[in-house]
């Protein structure tokens, strides 16, 4: 579960002078649920109407909305530095690389 990965390597986004969240378009008691479930250290944020997930382009429109998995990494510029899909969004690496470079 890529949840669990982002925790695991949570220390490599914390020394890259960045914030780790995620965002589902479940309810906030939902995301509570989840992130106790998981023990996560970050945040989950409950987006159910999916705005945020539709502007940057996070649902699978052939299931009528349902938010596909997508890792984004967002500079302080509010430019996106990274995107991971798929199973590149399940594993950390390419995100935590992409917030190490963005302090350089």
């Not at 995107?83 to 917030?99: F, H, L, Q, R, V």
């Amino acid at each position: 579960m890529e949840m669990k990965g982002y925790q695991a390597g949570i220390s490599d986004f914390t020394g890259s002078d960045s914030i780790v969240f995620g965002i589902s378009a479940d309810t906030l008691e939902d995301n509570r649920k989840f992130a106790a479930d998981l023990e996560l250290d970050f945040a989950l944020l409950s987006d159910v109407d999916a705005s945020v997930i539709n502007q940057y382009g996070g649902t699978m429109e052939q299931y009528a909305g349902i938010a596909r998995r997508v890792t984004y990494v967002v500079g302080k510029d509010g430019r996106i530095a990274y995107i991971g899909e798929g199973g590149e969004a399940m594993d950390p690496t390419g995100a935590i690389s992409a917030c190490q470079g963005l302090g350089e």
